[in-house]
Antibody, heavy 121, light 107 residues
Framework: EVQLVESGGGLVQPGRSLRLSCAAS????????MHWVRQAPGKGLEWVSG????????GYADSVKGRFTISRDNAKNSLYLQMNSLRTEDMALYYC??????????????WGQGTQVTVSS | DIQMTQSPSSLSASVGDRVTITCRAS??????LGWYQQKPGKAPKRLIY???SLQSGVPSRFSGSGSGTEFTLTISSLQPEDFATYYC?????????FGPGTKVDIK
């Protein structure tokens, strides 16, 4: 059974940093691309960032480019999102999402339960 | 970026009703589209991939169709557990983009 467990969310002041983690199990982690998707309170879904199986291809939404960094450790079956210079508009539930392919261009098939990021002074 | 629209934005329906949701892409995306169901407080769940392929374990009352720029999700006979918000997402072009969602609630 595929399991994606996010952690690292919390309350942070504007301008500060936070690092999200996602522990994956139940599948061959290094065979698939992974993504972060977020959902602001009461809003829809927004793709944030994605990383291919080998980390050779990485993408970011314009809204986070230059502030967020995605990475993965295939030996630890883990995905990360380093979030710097956080803004109030980054406040959302962040989902770790497994892709159905090894490359960035592919459908999302499994989602974690999310970790909440609150940005407030 | 490809823009995705959905209609309607919300609908009220009764158990047993046939429900159709439309998703349109601002340019052709072949069949690179998925449909997801999200219930309050829960993570999205994939229902349909490649526009018309049913995710394993998803009831057969759900179906998807379309190609190019126009797609539909149909629930043939709405059940109580189907009241939720439905999202389409395209992955033909980078970055992947979501539709704004369609909320299905009880009439």
């Amino acid at each position: 059974e595929v399991q994606l467990v996010e952690s690292g969310g919390g309350l942070v002041q504007p301008g500060r940093s936070l690092r999200l983690s996602c522990a994956a199990s139940g599948f061959t982690f290094d065979g698939y691309a992974m993504h972060w998707v977020r959902q602001a309170p009461g809003k829809g879904l927004e793709w944030v960032s994605g990383i291919s199986w080998s980390s050779s291809s990485i993408g970011y939404a314009d809204s986070v480019k230059g502030r967020f960094t995605i990475s993965r450790d295939n030996a630890k079956n883990s995905l990360y999102l380093q979030m710097n210079s956080l803004r109030t508009e980054d406040m959302a539930l962040y989902y770790c999402v497994k892709a159905a392919t090894s490359t960035l261009q592919g459908t999302f098939d499994y989602w974690g339960q999310g970790t909440q990021v609150t940005v407030s002074s | 970026d490809i823009q995705m629209t959905q209609s309607p934005s919300s609908l009220s329906a009764s158990v047993g009703d046939r429900v159709t949701i439309t998703c349109r892409a601002s340019q052709g995306i072949r069949n690179d589209l998925g449909w997801y169901q999200q219930k309050p407080g829960k993570a999205p769940k994939r229902l349909i991939y490649a526009a018309s392929s049913l995710q394993s374990g998803v009831p057969s009352r759900f179906s998807g169709s379309g190609s190019g720029t126009e797609f539909t999700l149909t629930i043939s006979s709405l059940q109580p557990e189907d009241f939720a918000t439905y999202y389409c997402v395209q992955h033909n072009n980078y970055p992947p983009t979501f539709g704004p969602g369609t909320k299905v609630d009880i009439k």
